[in-house]
């Protein structure tokens, strides 16, 4: 064979090679997307945000919990984060430090200061409500993807014209939910739209991801959404959590996500 | 002296007030308890205090300014009244990795709910909760360094702190103490409470579990011989020179540890330690009801005999319908290497079990329920019931109420031992609290 050939013979090759161009199942479509908006979404290093979360009861009544939050990235075994409440003011203080895993359960440790003690606490007790939000442990814990089957169900857009991924997310471990419907964005890789379904199959929740805002880093440019407005369909209770003064990038050290930290 | 250090550290405090990362809290509670009538004229079945709490924090990497303190002001009860400080320390951070600390400190080395024989530093309020007295912070210098995946921590602790005991217009007193006195060796006269302390901890994080082992040398602080030095031999008889009586807080070594490791749902918790006293001083105490019961003599002399204490915890969490947290909490604690009346005049709780569950609500107002049964597995009919409700009324105001029911009847009608000096000292609470 003639060596004039083998430019064509290399992208033929490659052509067929490429999993997004071959025949894929719906399952490994959706893993492919997953897998792509994390790596898009990587590369962050380090974050620091004040949040605030805004709960409503069925009668409009509001109350705000406040807390800030750093995240350290660490790409080979999973996410550290440190969450420290600051209002209600019975719990300022308080601090939450989880070391992600990709394929078990997170580690958790929480810091109560009124005793200056550092209790190991069960993270597999998921679907319990985040300071009394509609919110629960899992909806804001790790999200690494070993953690969920994928699947594609298909293509959509919003209502203003941008382009979706709509995939279905089965958790592989003991959770609140049966499954989770994403709808990804194709420009900001992460989701508008998440509906949650109880055990039982029934939606109960879904979360609306707004006030994006994109935050470059190195020659990446990665987006955050600045407010998660979840609405519980079943209670009509409604929560709202939004971030302030985020910063991406961060270098944070490792001391500051040990156990000794929490002191 | 405490109160004017108290005042200067939170004026210090107060300077670093413009600085950025700065943050402060603190609480204000009125108390209120209100004991079973005990027919006594010499002592308050009514307890009303006010409680407070300041703590500020300053920190500018590499280093950080604590400073916590309490302090109670009881209405009926001028014993209940005091200052502690808890924190008041500088730290910084050498070269990234090495942390010194000097300053009181508090510390919290237990790993579980109710029984800590592992958590021994710092000296306690025996006017408080049993199974969670206040503390009172320990003069500390320490230095840290990293070890795999944990840190070894170095300790020097130059002076002993005195235990805040209950005053003689209090329930939970049996008998008006005098001042504490530290015997080091064959020394108990001078009564010097600056003294040589010092130790060692090791914590690491292996997979699920969390490890420390500990090594101390101090005086100790939750197991003093009561009597006195002060006796003569009256026709071979032991007999006091005085009606006073005083706590003795021998020096010891203490070798322990801690274990938590998560199963799932379930936590395991494991906490021991040995202890090793100075056995150079006797001191002339009351003879336990069993020896009496056996026709010795009233009075005896004794140092406190070495020993291993012992607990384990299992929590286990749960989800129940409405969103309702669960905890379920099985501990058991245990003092071995010594007979049942040594065991007996150790501790109150030489041989127990505690069971108890926690419901949060996880509703908007955080509303708890916590409740606990203790019971003696050696002695017949002690228990300690503890049931207490919290609730948050807003997002400053906290209201929490409950009741505590003691029953430890008298078995020998010569002298009280353990819980049974707290027999009949039942109380409701309630305290309303606004936080800062």
Do not use: C
Not at chain 2, 86 to 108: H, P, Q, R, V, W
Request: no cysteine; glycine share 6%; hydrophobic share 35%.
């Amino acid at each position: 064979m003639s060596i004039k050939f083998l430019p064509l013979l290399t992208i033929i090759s490659l052509f067929f090679a490429h999993p997004a161009l071959s025949k894929e199942t719906p399952e490994q479509k959706g893993l492919r997307i997953a897998k792509m908006t994390r790596d898009m979404n990587e590369g962050f290093k380090g974050e620091t945000a004040e949040m605030e979360m805004t709960l409503i009861d069925a009668y409009n009544a509001k109350t705000v919990r406040e807390m800030t939050s750093k995240v350290m990235e660490d790409d080979k075994e999973g996410d550290k984060s440190l969450m420290v409440f600051l209002n209600p003011k019975d719990v300022k203080g308080t601090k939450m430090l989880t070391h992600s895993h990709k394929n078990d359960d997170d580690d958790q440790w929480l810091f109560l200061p009124s005793l200056r003690r550092v209790k190991r606490i069960s993270s597999r007790n998921k679907s319990s409500s985040f300071m009394g939000s509609e919110f629960s442990y899992e909806d804001l814990g790790s999200q690494e993807i070993e953690k969920y089957n994928y699947k594609w169900i298909k293509d959509g857009k919003t209502k203003s014209g941008e382009k979706l991924w709509i995939l279905e997310r089965v958790p592989k471990k003991k959770s609140g939910y049966s499954k989770m419907v994403m709808y990804v964005s194709q420009t900001k890789n992460n989701p508008v739209k998440i509906d949650y379904f109880d055990r039982k199959g029934e939606l109960l929740k879904t979360a609306t991801f707004s006030d994006y805002k994109v935050y470059k880093i190195g020659n990446k440019n990665i987006y955050r959404a600045h407010k998660i407005h979840m609405k519980n369909i079943q209670t009509k209770k409604q929560s709202i959590f939004s971030w302030k003064n985020r910063k991406l990038g961060v270098d944070h050290k490792d001391r500051d996500f040990d156990t000794r930290s929490l002191k | 002296m405490q109160k004017f250090f108290f005042s200067f550290l939170l004026l210090l405090s107060g300077a670093a007030l413009a600085q950025d990362e700065y943050s402060g809290q603190g609480q204000v509670s009125l108390e209120f308890r209100q004991f079973e009538k005990d027919q006594s004229e010499l002592t308050e079945d009514t307890n009303i205090s006010i409680f407070s709490r300041i703590e500020q924090r300053y920190k500018s990497d590499p280093f950080e300014h604590v400073f916590r303190g309490y302090a109670r002001v009881d209405k009926k009860d001028q014993n209940r009244s005091f200052v502690a400080l808890e924190d008041a320390y500088f730290s910084a951070f050498l070269a990234e990795e090495y942390k010194i600390l000097a300053g009181y400190k508090l510390f919290n080395w237990t790993a579980t709910e109710a029984f800590h024989p592992a958590d021994v530093i710092n000296s306690r309020n025996f006017d408080s909760n049993l199974e969670n007295l206040e503390k009172k912070g320990e003069l500390t210098i320490e230095f840290e360094v990293p070890f795999f995946n944990g840190a070894m921590a170095f300790y020097y602790f130059p002076r002993f702190e005195e235990p805040e005991y209950p005053g003689e217009r209090s329930r939970l007193s049996s008998v008006t103490l005098q001042r504490s006195v530290v015997v080091d060796g064959t020394d108990y006269t001078t009564n010097e409470y600056w003294t040589n302390q010092y130790g060692f901890r090791l914590t690491q994080v292996i997979m699920d579990a969390d490890i420390s082992l500990h090594y101390l040398n101090h005086i100790d602080r939750n197991m003093p011989l009561v009597g006195t030095t002060n006796y003569t031999t009256i026709l071979g008889s032991l007999t006091p020179l005085t009606s006073q009586v005083t706590p003795y807080y021998y020096r010891k070594t203490q070798v322990g540890g801690t274990y938590q490791q998560v199963f799932g749902d379930l936590i395991l918790k494991l906490e021991f330690a040995h202890r090793t006293f100075e056995q150079d001083t006797k001191v002339l105490t009351a003879k336990s009801a069993v020896l009496k019961s056996q026709g010795a003599g009233a009075y005896e002399t004794k140092f406190i005999e070495n020993h291993t204490e012992a607990a384990f915890g299992l929590e286990y969490v749960m989800s129940l319908p409405g969103g309702i947290d669960g905890n379920f909490f099985l501990e058991g604690n245990g003092i071995f290497g010594v007979d049942e009346v040594e065991r007996q005049e150790r501790s109150t709780f030489q041989r127990d079990i505690m069971v108890g569950f926690r419901l949060a609500f996880n509703d908007v107002m955080g509303s708890e329920i916590y409740t606990t049964l203790i019971t003696d597995i050696e002695r017949d009919s002690e228990y300690l019931i503890n049931f207490k409700y919290s609730r948050r009324l807003s997002d400053n105001w906290k209201f929490d109420g409950g009741i505590r029911i003691i029953e430890a009847p008298q078995k020998n009608p010569a002298i009280k031992e353990g819980l049974e000096v707290l027999d009949g000292d039942s109380y409701i609470f309630t305290n309303l609290t606004r936080y800062f």
